[in-house]
């Protein structure tokens, strides 16, 4: 495994470096010809091969000199763009082909190519890391601009600088990013919706100062956002919120066109399940939900019956019918359901659906949870 890495990096690959790192590879075992330059992880354009070769075994080999050379040319590709610096160092006057690749488990980037080169649009977000690493402290309004250049929530650049503006939990963050509520431009709303969510969510402090402001303005914004996509992430923050506040605000979009939005409020009410029922709101919306027409607001409302702690028959009965459905995650997610729910008819379902999907995790998980209840049933 530990040669699997250096050649992970070798290969500039950095997602498979990353996972070998994840599951026990050791940097540290890495010589000098198994590793590359910094300089060659940022011309590379890929944030998760920047922070492979900076793993806690290997950081120290870097001296800062090289990390402000990494600054400055992550910084070049960053302000010229990735087209006019593939044109610039090609010379090429063709179409620039982009194609979005996954950078790590959770982002993903544009891979461009022209003339013969091929890099990654990723260096906004390793500059955002090596800056970090430098301790140098880069105003909101930069960060900001930087992520806007991308404007896309599954990009690197995007979660990186959100992330680290939400870790610096700072009151004058705080108030920036709710001045961005009303601004014109959805994608700075979105911005500072998420920022403001975060920066909560991060909040493991015993007074959790970001809690009651964030209840607040998030149960106002949801009631007069137009966007979609704004909404839904003002939705999902108010979904982290364990009070009766946020369901008022979630339910009246459980109806809402978007898709995206009605599984925010299907996820969202989760978060509330923790007394031993539903309010009765509450479960005719899940309800509803569990037969809406997107299969992944489906499964999303089944799932969140599934882990709730009520379990009134009515609920089981919807699970049941969900056997039934034309996708095959909604019908595990039944599956699941029935199984927490000590609800028998889980046996036979799964029986019927055999086994998981290689490498689908989910499936796994769903179908474990039949398989633990028959084993239980039988005193195994």
Known sequence: MDAAFGLAVRMHAGYIAQLLLHHGADSGRSGPEDLIPLSAAVDSGSPALFEALLDHKIRGRYPDSEL??????????????VEAELRRRTGSRDAVVRTQVPDDEYSSVDECTLGGMTV?????????????LLGVRTSFEELMDRALTIADQ?????????????????????TAAATLRTHPDPSRRLFGAEVLRVTHLLDDSDEDAFAGPALDMFTDWSAEETD???LTEVLVALGEHNDPRAEVALLPHAGHPDARVRRAVAQGLKALSSPPAFSGDARTALLRLMTDPDPVVRKTACRVVAEGRD??????????????DSNRLVQLAAVYGLALHHDERCVEAARLLGPPQRGSVEEEGF????????WRRDGR
């Open 68 to 81: 402000r050379e990494a600054r400055d040319l992550a910084r070049r590709w960053h302000e010229t763009g």
């Open 120 to 132: 990654w649009d990723g260096h906004g977000a390793i500059l955002t890391d090596v800056e970090e």
């Open 154 to 174: 599954n990009h690197p650049t995007w979660s990186g600088v959100t992330l680290l503006l939400a870790g610096r939990r700072d009151q004058a963050i705080w």
């Open 228 to 230: 979609f996509a704004v």
């Open 311 to 324: 379990h009134d028959p009515v609920f089981a009965d919807a699970m049941a019918a969900a056997l039934d």
């Open 367 to 374: 179908l474990e949870a039949a398989w633990r209840y028959e």
